[in-house]
């Protein structure tokens, strides 16, 4: 069994394995295939997550017109992973903290 580092999910991991099957594919694409059908904008907020550790990458497409579309990758880490071959908790950079113009200052939370 697969060890989960204290920031991932149980949805991180079916991502990392519908990515490793399939391999680039879109939000929408991703959560459609997983069983119990995930939201595309939960899935792009793992899969933020997921780049900042590493394990996953993003590219993007034009799809014509001007529009741009994000396709996420799954990085040599992440099938390292899945092959249970390094641990996310150790070998893998965790996720940073957010960034401070992401951040309400003390004053505007009230306190």
């Given amino acids: 069994m697969r060890s989960l580092a204290p920031w991932m999910t149980q949805l991180d991991e079916r991502i990392l394995e519908q990515l490793a099957s399939d391999g680039a594919s879109t939000s929408w694409e991703v959560g459609f295939e997983l069983i119990g ?3 595309p904008g939960r899935v792009t907020e793992r899969c933020k997550v997921l780049v900042d ?20 990758s799954i990085t040599t880490w992440g099938r390292l992973y899945l092959s249970e071959e390094v641990d996310p908790g150790l070998d893998v950079p965790e996720p940073g903290p957010r960034p401070p113009h992401a951040t309400r200052p003390g004053e505007w939370a009230g306190f």
């Fill in 53 to 72: 550790a590493e394990l996953v990458e993003r590219e993007k497409r034009e799809i014509g017109f001007g529009r741009v579309e994000t396709y996420w």
């Fill in 37 to 39: 059908t995930v939201s």
